[in-house]
Each structure stands twice: as structure tokens, then as C-alpha cells.
């Protein structure tokens, strides 16, 4: 639950990556020092609480509400040299495949690739197409620099073909990130990227968006130094608490990873650093943020136990995605194996088990004619919540009915509205995936029973697709 006044209606939503100048101004603090578990001074460390607090009765310095309704703030740890993106190097890739090194022209006239029918495609496949235009090309028309003939598939490398034999160049985030810079408007429009924001009326004045509903386009913002990045955005103590584990406490996976990540930054300050220090300690940078990112190539976190990455959470089985956003766990749904019913099984009833009637509810009015029968559920606790009309705040409240003793008092009255249990004779609706016909829902009466399956009658197994081999 999350409630706050100052929210306004969502009017549009672009996805979009957001350069380190962005990830600054979202951000509600520097993180600059290395915490352990959360104890001592806390101002500026990986649990700062600008970013939200663990505990019950702490408030939040950001938004004020306490850790049941405060969402968590953005912090930032702004990184003493540019590292890539992980997840983007291919994009980089096809990108320095396109342009010029050097000076960051396009490799073949803007004109000429339009002529090509680049005009045609969507901005998500030029990319593509602009490869095989440009790829022909050996030196820049405005430098006269040579060009690389193509790009090594690990890292940013560029790969140079010569009569001596094969040349590798390596590209430093630095680097990439000067020449992204400067490349213009008209070449990133080209490559099929949008610099700015869409050039939609929608997204500038609410009127557009309400009187010229058709006009509203599907476009993303990308600027391309955003593929690097230059400060690193640090999720909310919140998503990242510590855990007690095997009997002590200890950091979260993640939380570990920011602090190392600090750690590392720090050492960019001495300003006596050898060369071949600062290269390492570039490296362990890169190494660490890719892993915060994704940690499919696994490097252990100690105890026989991987790493988990941002990725590895939100991706896969039980995991966010899966888990928490898609459509399994909607309410007023249960979900099981299906089994043959038997003779105790009728057509058009399915048999429920009793475990999930205990929890699915049926909304019911109450009204003078089903009054009693309401009194007799209530007293054998099958009604599991109460909505009463209150004058005072013209709306239906909730009534919490924890106890016997709260029970009692509440009582059920006339225009009440409660939920509860499912019980026999309840009409529900049956489906199985892949829900390709509509005899693949089917309205049943529900019988209840006493195992932990779904007992369906055989002759709705053929409209369902249905065996009994212990899929679900
Ligand atoms: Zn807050
Ligand atoms: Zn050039």
C-alpha cells in the first residue's frame, strides 16, 4: 500500500535509459562510503536512510512515512572512471560497426542510406540494416581515418585487417563515451535512436493527449552516453535487507556488491596510484558491476553459495517477474493438478479441495432474506471480512474481524458487505492453458473435498485437452 497525496494520474509512460547527470537528480544521496550491516554512522553509506528505512519505527528522511508504506529512494555512487553497461556492449558494438572512430561520422552518406530504404524501417531494425551498408566502407570520408574492419565479440575491441596480419584495439569506456558524445543529432536519428524526447504533442501538453487519442506514437528516449555508466544508481536498503544467516547476521548479496564497488572507487583517490594499480582496479570495477547487474557466469559469495545478480532476481522461476507481476496470482484464482473425479463426481461439478476454500471467498450483499444464514457463517467463522457503510467518510470501511471477541462485536447487519469461504454449490469457472477455445473455460458447481487435487469428470476432458498424467 502506497499512498501519497501529491501523486498525479500516469498520463504516458516511456522506457528509457537514464545517463549519470539523470541517475544524479533522481537520486536522494551520494553513496561514498563502505557499512556493513547497517551499524554505526549511516550518512552516505550503502544503508543511508535518505534511501528508506529497515525499521518499523524509524521514519524515512525523504518522504517522511515509516518502512510499511515508504516505497524506497534511489541513491547514487558516482564512479571515479566510466565502465560499460554489460548488458549493452552488443549495442556498442553495432554502433562503432556504423560510425567512424575517430570523429564519429557516419560511415556511409546519410542521404545514401536513406536512399537504401532505411526511410522504410522501424527505428528498432535500421540498426541492423546500417551494418551491412557500412560495413563496406574502409576509411572515413571526413578524417581519412582507416576503420576497422570489424569488432572482436567479447569487450569493445576493434579488429584490424592489414597485410601484416590481424590488429586488436581496445576501446576504454572513456574513450567510447567522448566519441558518443560527440556525434550529432542527424547520426543518432540514423542509427535509430532518439536523442531527445519524442516530438509527440502528447508528451509536452495534457490536452493533446486527451483530444487526439490516435496520434499517441510508441517511442523511446535513448541517449547514447547512457550506455556507459558514470554514476551508478544504488536500489533501496529495502530491496537488499541483511539476513540472518546459519545464526549471524549478514549483508545482502547486493548490498556486498556496492560496497566492494565503493571500496574499489575509493582508490582512484590517491592521487600516487601506479599505472598498473589503476588498471586493476579498473578492472575489479568492471567485474563487479557487471555481476551486480547479472551473475549468470557466477562467481561465489563464499559458503558454497552463488552470487545473486539484479537479473537473477527478476528473471526465471520464482523469481519477481514470474513470481510477483504475472497473471498467477490474481485474486479469487487457485491453481492445482487435475484428477479423474470417479463416481463421486458429477458432470458439471468439479471437486475443490478443502485447504483452498479455506482461503478463496465469495463476495455476498447482505440482505433480509439471506440475514440469518449470514449470523450462522459468521458463528462457524467461515466469513473472513466485513465492509460497513460509514456516514462519516461517505464510503464502505473495513471491519477487522481478528477475534471471537471483535466477532461479537461487529456483529453482520443488513447492507453489509462480506466475503466468504467458498462452499458447496458455488458456481466457479474451470480453466486449463492453453486457453485456445472457449470450451476451454468451463463454468462448474463446486463439490468439496477432502485431497489436494482438482477432480474433474472425464467427459470435459476432451474440450479441456485434459489427461491425468500429473501436468497441471
Ligand atoms: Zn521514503
Ligand atoms: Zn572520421
Redesign the pocket.
Known amino acids: 500500500m502506497y499512498v501519497m497525496n501529491n501523486i498525479s494520474p500516469i498520463q504516458f509512460i516511456q522506457f528509457s535509459l537514464l545517463e549519470g547527470k539523470q541517475w544524479e537528480e533522481y537520486g536522494v544521496c551520494e553513496v561514498s562510503k563502505p557499512n556493513t550491516h547497517g551499524i554505526g554512522d549511516l550518512t552516505n553509506t550503502v544503508y543511508d536512510e535518505r534511501m ?1 528505512v529497515l525499521e518499523v519505527n524509524k521514519e ?1 528522511y ?2 517522511g ?1 515509516d518502512s510499511s508504506v ?4 534511489l541513491g547514487y555512487i558516482k564512479l571515479a572512471t566510466p565502465i560499460f553497461n554489460i548488458k549493452l556492449i552488443p549495442i556498442i558494438q553495432h554502433i562503432l560497426k556504423c560510425i567512424c572512430i575517430e570523429c564519429g561520422t557516419l560511415r556511409i552518406p546519410g542521404d545514401f542510406a536513406m536512399l537504401k530504404g532505411l526511410k522504410n524501417l522501424s527505428m528498432a531494425r535500421r540498426l541492423k540494416s546500417l551494418i551491412k551498408l557500412c560495413m563496406k566502407t574502409k576509411t572515413c570520408s571526413k578524417c581519412k581515418n582507416i576503420l576497422p574492419t570489424g569488432m572482436d565479440k567479447e569487450g569493445v575491441k576493434c579488429i584490424y585487417k592489414t597485410s601484416s596480419g590481424i590488429q586488436i584495439v581496445t576501446k576504454t569506456p572513456s574513450e567510447i563515451l567522448a566519441l558518443f558524445e560527440k556525434l550529432d543529432p542527424k547520426t543518432i536519428k540514423l542509427l535509430g535512436f532518439n536523442h531527445k524526447l519524442a516530438p509527440n504533442p502528447a508528451f509536452q501538453t495534457k490536452v493533446a493527449l486527451t483530444e487526439n487519442k490516435t496520434y499517441i506514437e510508441h517511442r523511446h528516449y535513448n541517449s547514447l552516453a547512457a550506455f556507459i555508466f558514470t554514476v551508478l544508481p544504488v536500489i533501496p536498503p529495502f530491496a537488499r535487507t541483511w539476513v540472518i544467516r546459519n545464526g549471524i547476521k549478514s549483508d545482502d548479496d547486493l548490498t556486498e556488491k556496492y560496497n566492494a564497488i565503493v571500496k574499489i572507487n575509493q582508490k582512484f583517490a590517491d592521487k600516487n596510484i601506479t599505472e598498473f594499480a589503476r588498471g586493476e582496479a579498473i578492472r575489479k570495477l568492471e567485474e563487479h558491476i557487471s555481476t551486480l547487474i547479472d551473475n549468470h557466469n557466477e562467481t561465489s559469495a563464499g559458503m558454497n553459495r552463488t552470487h545473486r545478480g539484479l537479473a537473477d532476481r527478476i528473471q526465471g522461476k520464482g523469481n519477481r517477474m514470474q513470481e510477483n507481476v504475472m497473471a498467477k496470482r490474481s485474486d479469487f484464482s487457485a491453481r492445482t493438478v487435475l484428477a479423474s473425479g470417479g463416481p463421486g463426481i458429477r458432470f458439471g461439478e468439479i471437486g475443490v479441495p478443502r485447504e483452498m476454500t479455506k482461503i478463496l471467498t465469495v463476495k455476498l450483499r447482505v440482505t433480509y432474506r439471506n440475514y440469518e444464514s449470514v449470523c450462522k457463517m459468521m458463528e462457524r467463522g467461515e466469513i473472513k471480512s466485513l465492509w460497513r457503510w460509514n456516514p462519516i467518510q461517505n464510503k464502505m470501511s473495513y471491519k477487522g474481524l481478528a477475534t471471537d471477541s471483535i466477532k461479537k462485536k461487529v456483529g453482520v447487519r443488513v447492507n453489509d458487505t462480506i466475503e466468504r469461504s467458498l462452499a458447496n454449490g458455488d458456481w466457479v469457472l474451470l480453466n486449463r492453458q492453453p486457453t485456445l477455445r472457449r470450451e476451454s473455460m468451463v463454468g462448474c458447481k463446486v463439490v468439496i473435498i477432502e485431497e489436494s487435487v482438482f477432480r474433474i469428470p472425464l467427459a470435459i476432458t476432451a474440450p479441456l485437452g485434459a489427461d491425468f498424467d500429473g501436468a497441471l
Open positions: 528508506g524515512c525523504t518522504c512515512y515508504c516505497p524506497g529512494h
